[in-house]
C-alpha cells in the first residue's frame, strides 16, 4: 500500500503519548517498518484511535480550513496546530499515521446506522449519518476497524430518548409508507396494478359467465318442470 505523508505525520505517530509505550520503551520504536504486518500493529493503531478521540474534538465548522496555507499540509494543521475538525480528518490522519510507521491501513467512507426504527423493522440512514472511519490489517490476515473520530453522535442518542424517539419512529414509519406506497409508484408499478385489476376483473367474468352458463343448463334440463 504506497501513501505519501509528511515528514512531519510520521514524528507526531512516534510520539510515545501518541502510539504508545510500555516497559521497553515506545512501542513505534519497535515496529520494524520493513514488515508489512508486526504483532504490535492492532495495540498501535488501537493507542493512536484512542489518543485522537480524547484529544481533539469533532466539529462541522470548516473555518479553520480556510487559514491553511497552499503549501501546508490540512492533516498536519489538524494534528499540530487546529485539534478539530470533521470524521475525514480523524480517519486520515490516523491513517496516514499507520502507514507512516509501515502497517496497512486504509480510510472506509460509508454510513454509521445504528438507528433502528423497530415500527419499520429497518435501520435509519440519512445523510448526516455519512461517515468516516479506519481499517488496519492485523497479524490474523483480516482488516479490523477503528473510529478515531471523538464524540461523535452522543447528542443524537441523548435526543432520541424515550417517548420523543417513539414519536420520531412514528413519523419515520408514516414518511416511508406514503415514499414507498405512493411516492415511488412508478409507471411500471402502475401498469402492473392495472394489468392485475384487468386480471382480477376478467376471471370475474369468466367466473360469472361460467356460473350463468350453469344455472341456463340446469334450467333447459327441468323444462318439463317448469312446463
Known amino acids: ?75 498536519v494543521a489538524f494534528l499540530y496546530d487546529f485539534k478539530r475538525g470533521h470524521c475525514e480528518y480523524f480517519a486520515g490522519s490516523m491513517a496516514l499515521m499507520c502507514q507512516s510507521l509501515g502497517m496497512q491501513a486504509r480510510v472506509v467512507v460509508g454510513f454509521k446506522c445504528d438507528e433502528y426504527n423497530p415500527m419499520l423493522q429497518k435501520y435509519v440512514v440519512r445523510q448526516s449519518m455519512a461517515h468516516a472511519w479506519v481499517e488496519v490489517l492485523d497479524p490474523k490476515g483480516e482488516w479490523e476497524t477503528y473510529d478515531p473520530t471523538s464524540g461523535r453522535g452522543d447528542d443524537d442518542v441523548k435526543s432520541n430518548a424515550g417517548l420523543w424517539r417513539h414519536t420520531i419512529q412514528f413519523f419515520q414509519f408514516l414518511e416511508y409508507t406514503w415514499a414507498d406506497s405512493v411516492v415511488a409508484y412508478d409507471r411500471d408499478s402502475r401498469a402492473n396494478l392495472i394489468s392485475n385489476v384487468d386480471r382480477s376483473l376478467t376471471n370475474t367474468a369468466i367466473n360469472s359467465s361460467v356460473s350463468s352458463s350453469k344455472i341456463r343448463d340446469w334450467i333447459e334440463s327441468h323444462e318439463d318442470a317448469f312446463a
Open 1 to 75: 500500500m504506497v501513501s505519501h505523508y509528511s515528514k512531519a505525520i510520521e514524528d507526531f505517530a512516534r510520539r510515545p503519548e501518541v502510539s504508545g509505550s510500555d516497559a521497553r520503551g515506545p512501542l513505534a520504536a519497535r515496529r520494524k517498518k520493513s514488515e508489512k504486518v508486526d504483532p504490535l500493529d492492532p495495540v498501535i493503531a488501537q493507542n493512536i484511535c484512542t489518543y485522537l478521540q480524547r484529544n481533539f474534538t469533532y466539529t462541522l465548522d470548516l473555518s479553520d480550513a480556510s487559514k491553511i496555507g497552499e503549501d501546508r499540509d490540512p492533516l
